[in-house]
């Protein structure tokens, strides 16, 4: 298995431009969660999902940010417009709810640049 | 509210020096803390969980209620524990994770 599959690796975009991440969990995984990470107010928790219905998006810091599973094997989070301090790493993990307590496995981000 | 404070964001020592990496939380019910690790070049990952008990690659960490901590140790560090680590925590029985904001371990020859 590959793991938690995330593309872009890296993104670099203007201000202004919608951004597009993606995030395919492992196979058989029934939760979703999708975090930003940056150097000021480290790892943060924006949205996460089970079996494919948001349950929490109190992290989602504006309504410029979205995100979707429309099935249990994709998930997508956007962002527009964008703007520089969104600049950071995003990270997608999922976990198998049921299974090992706290254990959540992460895909290797996709680092978001906007100038 | 839940919030892990992990204080130091730079840690350095030499090999074969204990190492200790604080982290301290707020919660009011019982929760349940880990540890997770990023190594360069690798995914975060979970290190241990307090609910294990258990010593991994030589680290532990003991829960303290009354001081609200959840400190990792090991007796002697080698170099290839060099990374980013992160303190976390759940409520009892929750899913969401709130983490720390990290801590860079260097370890030096």
């Known amino acids: 298995d590959a793991g938690v599959i995330q593309s872009p690796r890296h993104e670099v975009t203007e201000m202004g431009q919608e951004v597009t991440l993606r995030c395919k969990p492992i196979s058989g995984h029934n939760s979703l969660f999708w975090y930003r990470q940056t150097m000021m107010r480290g790892l943060e928790l924006l949205i996460y999902?089970?079996?494919?219905?948001?349950?929490?998006d109190s992290g989602m810091p504006e309504d410029r940010f979205s995100a979707k599973m429309p099935n249990a094997s994709f998930s997508t989070l956007k962002i527009q417009p964008s703007e520089p301090r969104d600049s950071a790493v995003y990270f997608c993990a999922s976990s198998l709810r049921g299974g090992g307590v706290g254990e959540q496995f992460f895909g290797p981000g996709t680092r978001l640049t906007v100038l | 509210a839940q919030r892990v404070t992990q204080p130091e964001k730079l840690l350095s020592v030499f090999k074969g020096a204990p190492v200790e990496l604080k982290c301290n939380y707020s919660?009011?019910?019982?929760?349940?803390l880990f540890w997770y690790v990023q190594y360069s070049r690798q995914r975060l990952q979970l290190l241990l969980r307090?609910?294990s008990r258990e010593s991994i690659k030589g680290f532990t960490a003991d829960l303290n209620k009354g001081e609200t901590s959840f400190h990792l140790k090991k007796p002697f560090a080698q170099e290839e524990d060099s990374a980013m680590y992160y303190c976390a925590l759940s409520g009892q029985g929750a899913q969401k994770l709130v983490f720390g904001q990290g801590t860079r371990l260097t370890i030096n020859p």
């Open positions: 307090h609910i």
């Open positions: 999902f089970n079996n494919n219905v948001p349950i929490d």
């Open positions: 919660y009011s019910g019982s929760p349940e």
